[in-house]
């Protein structure tokens, strides 16, 4: 597999895993959502420092991006939609 399958596979299973959306993780990584988006679906390259931001947002090793093992079975995404406000 691609290290960049394995990576981007990675990022959303791990993102998925704590219950986060693509645009939590990316506030608390201080990066885009859509950025978060285009990894994921493998369009663009993580920086070393990107993925170091990933890691401290999820908290992780960084080598964990790289888990090939970990990436065998599909990741069921989360709920869908906004989440509504209260008050």
Do not use: C, H, W
Not at 16 to 39: C, K, N, P, W
Request: a positive charge; glycine letters at 6%; aromatic letters at 4%.
């Amino acid at each position: 597999m691609r290290a960049q399958v394995v990576v981007a596979r990675n990022i959303r299973r791990l993102r998925v895993a704590r219950g986060l959306s693509q645009e939590a993780l990316a506030v608390d990584a201080a990066i885009d959502r859509t950025y978060v988006s285009r990894l994921e679906r493998e369009l663009e390259n993580p920086t070393v420092a990107v993925l170091e931001k990933l890691a401290i947002a999820l908290g992780v090793d960084i080598a964990a991006f790289f888990d090939a093992n970990a990436v065998r079975s599909a990741v069921k995404p989360l709920s869908g939609g906004r989440k509504r406000m209260v008050g």
